[in-house]
């Protein structure tokens, strides 16, 4: 029985891809000059924009070991790369001025929602099916991420809310999905994991022993793990999960159930 389900937050609970993110940059770097200046550090903006580069290239070295780090060592790192100093100068009052210049841009402009988001929840606590968000964060931070998505009105939907930034796992790490089971207080077979990426969350979610139905707008799967079903646009969800319920209740019954199982595409059934 299907008691849960943890789902992806970029490119399934919101539209945008998590590359979006990068779309932010122009103003976290007049964010860090401003408030660098207001506490008496004058920083040229190509030094600040190098440093915010070589600050990525170190990020995107942790992140493909599977691991993460707060947002605050986002910050002390662009500023060690203007100067090895520059953390210990500024001292820890700037430092949490900084950690907001550099995390709050996407307040201004928020991810989008998809359509399908409010409805989804809505159809699954209908159901009392407990949903848990599980997501890799970039630059903008889970604390961010949630002030967002509670000001889109979907926050109390989420039973658990796991970001990478804050338990040091990234996806697809199977460490993170145990952290979302233990927060959920549910056994993997009682969950499904629903999100885009065929590796952050196929596999990922299949190494953690779950089930997994994929969102892939007209794409399919390309996966060394076959997906329980593909769905192609997330408020198919619902009906999805009912069919795989059905399916493992009488796997025998109905040949058409059966082959749900490993796989199976839910097609639109209407404009999108």
């Known amino acids: 029985m299907i008691k849960a389900v943890t789902i992806d937050l970029w490119g399934t609970v919101v539209v945008d891809s998590p590359s979006t993110d990068e779309r932010y940059r122009r103003e976290r770097l007049a964010g860090l000059e401003t408030t660098l200046l207001r506490f008496g550090f004058r920083v040229p903006a190509a030094d600040l924009a190098r ?27 662009l500023l060690q790369a203007v100067d090895p100093a520059l953390p210990g100068r500024v001292g820890s009052e700037a430092i949490i001025a900084l950690t907001t210049a550099y995390s709050s841009p996407a307040l201004l402009a928020p991810p989008t929602l998809d359509e399908g988001t409010g409805r989804v929840l809505e159809a699954l606590r209908d159901r009392d099916i407990v949903v848990g968000l599980v997501s890799n964060t970039l630059r903008t931070p889970g604390e961010v991420l ?111 159930l059966a082959r749900l199982r490993p796989r199976f595409l839910a097609r639109p059934t209407g404009p999108r």
């Open 51 to 77: 440093a915010y580069g070589e600050s990525g290239r170190h990020l995107a070295r942790i992140w493909r070991r599977w691991r993460d780090v707060p947002v605050e060592r986002h910050v002390t790192l």
């Open 146 to 256: 949630r002030t967002i998505l509670k000001r889109q009105g979907v926050l109390d939907r989420f039973a658990a809310t796991v970001f990478s930034d804050e338990c040091g796992v990234r996806k697809p790490d199977p460490a993170i999905f145990d952290i979302a089971l233990e927060r959920l207080g549910m056994d993997r077979k009682e969950v499904v994991h629903v999100g885009d990426d065929p590796i952050l969350d196929v596999e990922g979610a299949r190494a953690a022993g779950l089930r997994v139905i994929q969102l892939a707008p007209g794409q399919g799967w390309a996966s060394r793990y076959t997906p329980d079903a593909v769905i192609e646009r997330l408020r198919d969800l619902p009906g999805v999960l009912a069919d795989l319920e059905r399916a493992e209740r009488r796997p025998a019954a109905n040949p058409a």
